[in-house]
Nanobody, 118 residues
Framework: QVQLVESGGGLAQAGGSLRLSCAAS????????MGWYRQAPGKQRELVAS???????NYADSVKGRFTISRDNANNTVSLQMNSLKPEDTAVYYC????????????WGQGTQVTVSS
């Protein structure tokens, strides 16, 4: 198992930046897949960005060029740098870890609220 704790959410103005961090309770070196998801009120949870143990990244079309996901194996953290924020980025952001990869058991953090004002 792995426990995940997100931090870094808050209030930002449109065009601003926030950096989210996800701290894992154990080494993430061998965790195959880690990702950031978000859920806005009344909407389904959606993938924002993901990164594999090999460093391959994937982004939702809506955040490409604005968000960057990274992982720090030494500090067991995964971060999401969010630039050029838009009001439509407002959501609760969740960290996800799938040690064996997508489709296998996975774990969620408690979420962190991001609110972008226009």
């Amino acid at each position: 198992q792995v426990q995940l704790v997100e931090s870094g959410g808050g209030l930002a103005q449109a065009g601003g930046s926030l950096r989210l961090s996800c701290a894992a309770s154990r080494s993430i070196f061998r965790i195959n897949y880690m990702g950031w998801y978000r859920q806005a009120p009344g909407k389904q949870r959606e993938l924002v960005a993901s990164i594999t143990s090999g460093g391959s990244t994937n982004y939702a079309d809506s955040v490409k060029g604005r968000f960057t996901i990274s992982r720090d194996n030494a500090n067991n953290t995964v971060s999401l740098q969010m630039n050029s924020l838009k009001p439509e980025d407002t959501a609760v952001y969740y960290c996800n870890a799938a040690p064996l990869g997508v489709g296998y058991s996975n774990y969620w953090g408690q979420g962190t609220q991001v609110t972008v004002s226009s």
